[in-house]
Nanobody, 116 residues
Framework: QVRLVESGGGLVQAGGSLKLSCAAS????????MGWYRQAPGKQRELVAA???????NYADSVKGRFTISRDNAKNTVYLQMISLKPEDTGVYYC??????????WGQGTQVTVSS
């Protein structure tokens, strides 16, 4: 099965930026949309951004205007550019299919910590 490996997280001050990557071990071009999820401490995992191969994107209200999802199907990679980060963006970020029936095994995620 295709495996997902997230990277690019780290510790950043409020107002800073990070770019996350999600590398798939196989083709994800037919999985539409792919999404980025966030799990904050003590909270359930939530979908924050979704994008299709055709370029259609959707965002949670909390990240709209600050996060940008993109994908490079040739590299089997999904990206999440995050700017103007806030402490409430802190959490573990994962990528996966948005449609539950198409979801792959979850990766280990990448930790994002935003200090105030």
């Amino acid at each position: 099965q295709v495996r997902l490996v997230e990277s690019g997280g780290g510790l950043v001050q409020a107002g800073g930026s990070l770019k996350l990557s999600c590398a798939a071990s196989g083709s994800i071009s037919s999985i539409n949309p792919m999404g980025w999820y966030r799990q904050a401490p003590g909270k359930q995992r939530e979908l924050v951004a979704a994008g299709t191969s055709g370029g259609t994107t959707n965002y949670a209200d909390s990240v709209k205007g600050r996060f940008t999802i993109s994908r490079d199907n040739a590299k089997n990679t999904v990206y999440l550019q995050m700017i103007s980060l806030k402490p409430e963006d802190t959490g573990v970020y994962y990528c996966n299919a948005v449609v539950k029936e198409w979801q792959l095994d979850w990766g280990q995620g990448t930790q994002v910590t935003v200090s105030s």
